[in-house]
């Protein structure tokens, strides 16, 4: 799953993504997504700068900033976001394919 | 005291380290230390799906080497028979490979019944002839015996 995010200010369109090797390198610089609810200051901010690793290394973190700022809809970008990176995990470890994954299903009653 | 005072608190899991370990195992399946690390990374998805498609494919492969095997033996099996008759021969091993497409299967079965069914055809008309020429010839005959 990727993002595509466009800058209108500056004609730039930024393309987000979480690979492996970003999922690590956020790790690195203390991004924990169990703590996302606990510490959201910290870790949101983090959670988005780390979508631009895979494609756009090498942005300045100004301008990371910027475009965090003035994002629109973030809630649900930050869900998006959330959703993105647990794809790098869930492609490794989730085996669920098809129609098994439907054999067992869950509701809240 | 309650009964999860003394739990520890979970560890938390790093992904990373997870990666890293993860990481031998898709490259001995084909995947790149770059797409491993960098690529989508539903790739790693495909690539175990694949390793599964070709384990079974080689599984396949080695029973039928064991079909073969046990064909061979059975064919075989009157001559290692220590009580065997003087003369014995083995059964001719099968003249072409299993088949293992069901469609050329059946078309083949259908070819061999056709050919069976020629052969038998073939021999009733060598019979016919034969018989046909006996009667021409006793007919000849009986002609030239009322001259």
């Not at chain 1, 990371?64 to 930050?78: A, G």
């Not at chain 2, 990666?19 to 175990?48: H, Q, V």
């Amino acid at each position: 799953m990727k993002i595509k995010l466009t800058d209108n200010r500056f004609g730039k369109v930024y393309e987000l993504e979480y690979t492996r090797n970003s999922v690590r390198s956020m790790e690195g610089m203390g991004f924990s997504l169990s703590e996302i609810q606990k510490k959201p200051v910290t870790m949101v901010p983090l959670l988005f700068k780390g979508a631009f690793i895979a494609h756009h290394k090498f942005v300045n973190e100004e301008v990371v900033n910027s475009l965090f700022d003035s994002v629109s809809d973030k809630d649900k970008l930050y869900s998006t976001l959330i959703e993105m990176y647990k794809e790098p995990m869930e492609a490794l470890f989730n085996d669920e394919t098809g129609d098994e994954a439907k054999n067992v299903t869950w509701e809240q009653e | 005291m309650g009964a999860g005072v003394n739990t520890p608190a979970p560890q938390r899991i790093s992904l990373a380290k997870q990666f890293e370990d993860s990481c031998p195992f898709y490259m001995a399946i084909g995947m790149t230390y770059e797409e491993y690390w960098n690529g989508p990374p539903e790739l790693a998805k495909y690539y175990r799906e694949s390793y599964k498609v070709k384990r079974d494919m080689d599984n396949q492969k080695l029973w039928l080497q064991g079909l073969y095997f046990y064909t061979a033996l059975c064919d075989v099996s009157p001559v290692l028979n220590a009580f065997a008759k003087s003369g014995t021969k083995p059964i001719e091993y099968i003249k072409r490979p299993i088949d293992l497409d069901e469609k050329h299967a059946q078309k083949t079965k259908e070819e061999n019944e056709k050919e069976k069914m020629n052969a038998i055809k073939d021999k009733m008309m060598a019979f016919m002839n034969v018989h046909n020429d006996k009667i021409k010839k006793k007919k000849g005959s009986d002609t030239d015996a009322g001259d």
